[in-house]
Each structure stands twice: as structure tokens, then as C-alpha cells.
């Protein structure tokens, strides 16, 4: 997702973050998502589980990305109609 939202950050509304929370930021805010802080807050999920800060349990992050990525679904919603234009 991040490189994604950092590339519509910098091409579509000017901006140049400096993290992908940054990037993540200003576009939850441009389109006036609802669950900006969850999109924020998976940024950190992807951090941790990138570079292991800690011990993770992977089927406790498993089951709540499975069941609670509504935040990810809005943030493609928003995208597709903000951008992607019907053939």
C-alpha cells in the first residue's frame, strides 16, 4: 500500500512526505477518509512486522488484518474514484 499512496502523494497533490505515515497522512486527508488513523496505524503495523522490533505473534496480526482492513478497503474505494477513469 505505502508505495502506492506515497507515489499519489507526490504526483496528484504536490507533496513530498518524509515517511510513508507522512504520505498515508495527506492523502487519507485529501480524501476525506473516515479511518485515516487506522491507515496510519497499519504504516506502523508494517514497520513492525518488517523489521521486528519485537517478538509479533503472526496468527494474532493474521486474524486481525483478516477480519479488520476496512480502512484499506475505503482507501482503495477513494483511489479507484479519484483516479481510475471507466474505458
Known amino acids: 500500500m505505502s508505495p502506492y499512496v506515497l507515489h499519489i502523494a507526490v ?3 504536490v507533496k513530498t512526505p518524509a515517511t510513508y505515515r507522512e504520505a498515508v497522512k495527506i492523502v487519507a486527508e485529501r ?4 479511518l485515516a488513523g487506522e491507515l496510519e496505524s497499519l504504516v ?3 514497520n513492525l512486522l518488517v523489521h521486528r522490533y519485537w517478538p509479533v505473534e503472526d496468527e494474532k496480526v493474521y486474524e486481525a488484518v483478516k ?3 476496512k480502512c484499506v478497503e475505503e482507501l482503495l474505494g477513494k483511489v479507484r474514484e479519484a483516479f481510475l477513469v471507466e474505458r
Do not use: I, P, Q
Open 11 to 13: 504526483e496528484a497533490y
Open 31 to 34: 480524501l476525506n477518509l473516515s
Open 44 to 46: 506502523g503495523l508494517r
Open 67 to 69: 477480519n479488520n482492513f
